[in-house]
């Protein structure tokens, strides 16, 4: 083979060796590939009881009233909130206890717990719960 073949060959693979990184990135990003597949559900909870989730976790809901909260942007509000306890099987240091109100997404390696609504006659959680694959 000629040294200008050998180089064009180079050249080609390091273009191809380019792009297969700039696919892999966008899988990563857009949630694509097999590791970062995104799974939801939306369930309720009653005040003061529990619900398991995927197998792995539990939620459980209580202590519903309305108090004064900041919420994530900075701002003082008024409204409901309740107590969650999140409790992961798999891992215990994932669990913990929040006062979550609607609109709050509470982040764990494995979850995304957001509180969709709070309140109803029953007094309960409505919430959106996302694994990660």
């Given at each position: 083979m000629k040294k200008d073949n050998i180089k064009?060959?180079?050249?080609?693979?390091?273009?191809?060796?380019?792009f297969s990184f700039i696919l892999m990135a966008c899988d990563r990003v857009e949630g694509n590939s097999e590791n970062q597949a995104l799974t939801e559900m939306t369930s309720y909870i009653p005040k003061?009881?529990?619900?398991?989730?995927?197998?792995?976790?539990?939620?459980?809901v209580g202590n519903i009233w309305q108090e004064e909260y900041i919420a994530d942007n900075g701002e003082l509000q008024q409204g409901i909130t309740c107590g969650l306890w999140f409790f992961a099987k798999h891992d215990?240091?994932?669990?913990?206890?929040?006062?979550v109100y609607p609109g709050?997404?509470?982040?764990?390696?494995?979850?995304?717990?957001?509180?969709?609504?709070?309140?109803?006659?029953?007094?309960?959680?409505?919430?959106?719960?996302s694994r990660w694959a």
């Amino acid at each position: 083979m000629k040294k200008d073949n050998i180089k064009e060959i180079r050249i080609c693979l390091n273009i191809i060796a380019v792009f297969s990184f700039i696919l892999m990135a966008c899988d990563r990003v857009e949630g694509n590939s097999e590791n970062q597949a995104l799974t939801e559900m939306t369930s309720y909870i009653p005040k003061n009881t529990q619900g398991t989730f995927f197998e792995d976790i539990r939620i459980a809901v209580g202590n519903i009233w309305q108090e004064e909260y900041i919420a994530d942007n900075g701002e003082l509000q008024q409204g409901i909130t309740c107590g969650l306890w999140f409790f992961a099987k798999h891992d215990s240091s994932q669990s913990r206890h929040v006062r979550v109100y609607p609109g709050k997404k509470v982040l764990s390696d494995d979850y995304i717990i957001e509180a969709v609504d709070i309140g109803g006659g029953e007094r309960e959680l409505c919430l959106r719960l996302s694994r990660w694959a």
